[in-house]
């Protein structure tokens, strides 16, 4: 297991860790959709257009077409600037961390899906979501073995672990022992960042603000008027 441990590792189980705290954080706050499973969006849009629940179907729609585009925007900006000597992931983070700077100020409004301030929040996250998808799904544990996974997405990384469990239970191969344990460690930390996402919201009662208790007390004396 000696292999899979490393810098390239422990970055990544911290971004499983990020991607469900944010998508937590918007299925609790922002109107019940989601910043990485693009599929719950895909689902919500089309049973609500059926039930004619149109500001529902049509915000969910939103924020799916908003991250199908900007995986293929990103995506080509990452080629076009490959030969530039920097670490793509910093870049990235740099770029998540203004787009969640939005839902910090700007509260969601559940009677009015389609109002600005919840298409603004709802396409930044989802744009957050969309760059984190393209530059974290890959480990480069030596230079002729990598493993492909996605930091928050989970049934794809589910379907790898258990078939790399298979693998090593048919064959004792003890890199697909390792590689299904590294599956198994970013779906614990993807669950961890959901139950953090659904405890702060419980205990705090943040109505639609971002996930950041320490100025809780400040923005809802702001809100409040006090």
């Given amino acids: 297991m000696k292999r899979f441990l490393g810098i390239d590792l422990f970055f990544i189980m911290i971004m499983c860790l990020f991607g469900g705290v ?39 729609l939103i924020i799916f077409i908003v991250f199908v585009i ?26 998540v961390s203004l787009l969640i700077l939005p839902s910090y100020f700007l509260k969601f ?13 709802g396409s930044c996250l989802s744009m957050a979501g969309s760059m984190i998808a393209v530059t974290f799904k890959e480990i480069h544990f030596k230079k002729d073995h990598s493993i492909s996974f996605n930091a928050a997405m989970m ?7 258990m078939i790399a469990f298979a693998e090593f239970f ?44 320490v100025s809780y007390t400040h923005l809802r004396a702001h809100e409040t008027g006090a």
């Fill in 70 to 95: 900007f995986v293929f925007l990103y995506y080509l900006f990452l080629k076009l600037i490959r030969n530039i000597r920097i670490d793509f992931r910093l870049i990235t983070l740099i770029f």
């Fill in 109 to 121: 409004d559940d009677n009015n899906y389609l109002n600005a301030n919840n298409i603004i929040t």
């Fill in 155 to 161: 049934t794809g990384n589910a379907r790898s672990m």
């Fill in 22 to 60: 944010m998508d937590g954080y918007s299925f609790l706050c922002r109107g019940d959709t989601f910043c990485f499973i693009q599929t719950g969006n895909l689902i919500r849009t089309i049973i609500f257009y059926i039930q004619k629940n149109i500001e529902s179907a049509s915000y969910s």
């Fill in 170 to 213: 048919y064959s004792k191969n003890k890199i697909k022992g390792g590689e299904a344990l590294c599956f198994l460690c970013f779906i614990i930390m993807f669950s961890l960042g959901i139950g953090s996402s659904a405890l702060i919201e419980t205990n705090l009662n943040s109505n639609g603000y971002i996930f950041i208790s």
